[in-house]
C-alpha cells in the first residue's frame, strides 16, 4: 500500500515507508509544496519505519531543490530509523537532521 505525505499546519509529515516503490509519490508531494514554502519548509519524519537507497535521494533532492530556492529546511521531528540510516549513509549533515 502506499501512502503519500500529508501537511499538518505547514509541517510535511513523512509516510512511514520511504522506500522505492513509494519514492514516486512523496517526491511528487514534496514538489508540490516547494511553491508555497517561503521562507522555509518543515518536514516531520517521525513516521518514517523503513528507507533505502532511493528515498534518501528523493529526500537529498529536495533539500537540494529548497537550497536552490534559498528555502531553510528545518526537521519538526524524526523517527530514529530515519536518523539511524541518514547517518550511516552519510547523509545526515546534508538534510539537516541533528545528530
Known sequence: MQESNNVT?????LPPDMRS??????????VKQLDTAE??????GKRVRQLDVIG????LAFVQD?????LKVTW?????ELRHWTTVAGARDLL????
Open 9 to 13: 499546519d505547514g509541517v510535511i509529515v
Open 66 to 70: 529548497c537550497a536552490r530556492r534559498d
Open 96 to 99: 539537516g537532521i541533528a545528530p
Open 76 to 80: 519538526h521531528a524524526v523517527s530514529d
Open 56 to 59: 534518501l535521494q528523493v529526500l
Open 39 to 44: 521562507p522555509g519548509v518543515r518536514l516531520d
Open 21 to 30: 516503490a513509494c519514492a514516486e509519490p512523496v517526491r511528487d508531494q514534496l
